[in-house]
């Protein structure tokens, strides 16, 4: 495995009125992050204070291109993002245990914390598809360009890893400075990770490293 430190971008937040930073994703423009009493959102190019949708969202929060998908306690819920609506409600797999939210390849990817487990669940029902062990606890999860990574975060100790998504192993850790923790995680498709920061009320871009040759 290989270690290194994680490279700060930038920092966002804290926001006025908001406490808490849990879920995180991005919709191509927005970072949308989940803050316990509703959804909020905010260009990173010009860190203006965020809209904010009055719903609750207590953990992970995932982007599939045309909705949000938000952990309410021990469900999933399926949003839109224009109107706050929501238009479905699945079961989360961790009963009320689940932290991380990420969609890729037409399933949602939820941590389960103290489990220490990620899961492949059908968007649709709920059905968990696959189960993916982990070492660490398992905090926020992103998807990108065939990449799994995950945030942990124990005691004052956090990073975010890349894993082999057959095995679990980890290929490689970005370890985060100490006192600031990753709650929630998700990547901009490009040089970026967005890490919520509990809370802080913050929200850390750091680096995303380039892939390498014989990369999953």
């Excluded at 890893?161 to 990547?187: F, K, N, W, Y």
């Amino acid at each position: 495995m290989k270690r290194s430190s994680a490279e700060i971008i930038s920092e966002y937040g804290p926001f006025p009125g908001i406490d808490d930073v849990h879920g995180v994703t991005y919709d191509g423009k927005r970072v949308w992050f989940a803050t316990g009493s509703a959804l909020a959102a905010f260009d990173p190019a010009s860190k203006e204070a965020p809209h904010t949708i009055d719903i609750a969202a207590h953990a992970g929060t995932a982007f599939d291109g045309r909705h949000l998908f938000q952990i309410v306690e021990n469900h999933i819920q399926k949003i839109d993002p224009a109107t706050g609506r929501v238009l479905a409600t699945i079961p989360a797999p961790g009963a009320g245990g689940d932290s991380g939210l990420a969609w890729a390849e037409g399933s949602l990817w939820v941590g389960q914390y103290r489990e220490r487990k990620i899961h492949q669940v059908d968007p649709e029902t709920g059905a968990i598809l696959r189960s993916i062990a982990c070492d660490r606890f398992v905090t926020g999860v992103s998807w990108v360009d065939g990449e799994l990574w995950h945030g942990t975060w124990e005691g004052d100790e956090s990073d975010v890893r890349h894993i082999d998504p057959a095995t679990g192993d980890v290929l490689e850790s970005l370890q985060m400075p100490p006192g600031v923790g990753v709650s929630g995680l998700e990547s901009d498709g490009g040089d970026r990770f967005f890490c919520g920061g509990g809370h802080s009320g913050k929200i850390t871009a750091i680096r995303r490293p380039k892939t390498r040759a014989g990369s999953l």
